[in-house]
């Protein structure tokens, strides 16, 4: 798919959420050229993913880690965090895109706060018939799996805290895609800007 045509079909389908720096991110699904369909994808911006990549690498080098054999010890590890971690698709397998039935609605999501315990948050979700179903994630809210008959976008409130003797719908394994270009304003973490030249006078592998 052109990046022009995505970001017209995001931006008129998509209500973006926020990543922690203010960046529009795309919770849809996605139609591929070969007749898969994806029902969990969010789209993001590759230039905040590189810089968060290069942070990386700053960081750990600022944190003590001078020597070049250390460095080449690290860099390869840190790269390998940013480009092999995670379920990946490219925008050119992309036909089109669409709502996502296991997203929840960008308002209701404000309404998930807090921790049942220290590593799962469960909350009721109410239908737009009145039914209720409880959810739960371990991190992730990105996306949930759904009851029968049911999609993210008929949740129309979220009772945090209550937790209900009944099945549980957790969240759902996603895919990202990020693309250059998405975004015509990039917020960056204005902790990291560049890689500097100390950085890069003491990258030598």
Not at 7 to 16: A, F, G, Q, T, V
Not at 139 to 150: A, L, T
Not at 169 to 190: A, H, K, M, Q, R
Request: aromatic share 12%.
């Amino acid at each position: 798919m052109n990046i022009n045509i995505l970001k017209e079909h995001l931006y008129s389908r998509i209500e973006p959420t926020k990543d922690y720096l203010g960046n529009d991110e795309f919770r849809c699904s996605v139609s591929m050229y070969d007749g898969t369909n994806l029902p969990c994808v969010t789209i993001k911006s590759a230039e905040v993913r590189l810089q968060m990549a290069m942070s990386r690498i700053e960081s750990t080098i600022y944190n003590g880690v001078k020597d070049a054999r250390c460095i080449s010890h690290y860099y390869p590890r840190i790269l390998n965090s940013f480009i092999n971690s995670g379920n990946r698709i490219t925008l050119s397998n992309i036909k089109d895109v669409g709502i996502s039935p296991n997203a929840i609605p960008v308002s209701l999501l404000r309404m998930i706060h807090g921790k049942a315990s220290k590593s799962w948050t469960q909350f009721t979700g109410v239908m737009n018939d009145g039914n209720e179903f409880s959810f739960g994630t371990t991190s992730s809210c990105e996306f949930f799996q759904m009851p029968d008959g049911y999609k993210g976008t008929d949740i129309v409130e979220i009772i945090s805290y209550k937790a209900e003797n009944r099945p549980i719908f957790s969240e759902c394994i996603g895919f990202s895609c990020y693309v250059f270009g998405l975004l015509d304003e990039v917020i960056y973490d204005n902790r990291f800007e560049h890689i500097s030249d100390e950085l890069i006078a003491n990258f030598h592998i």
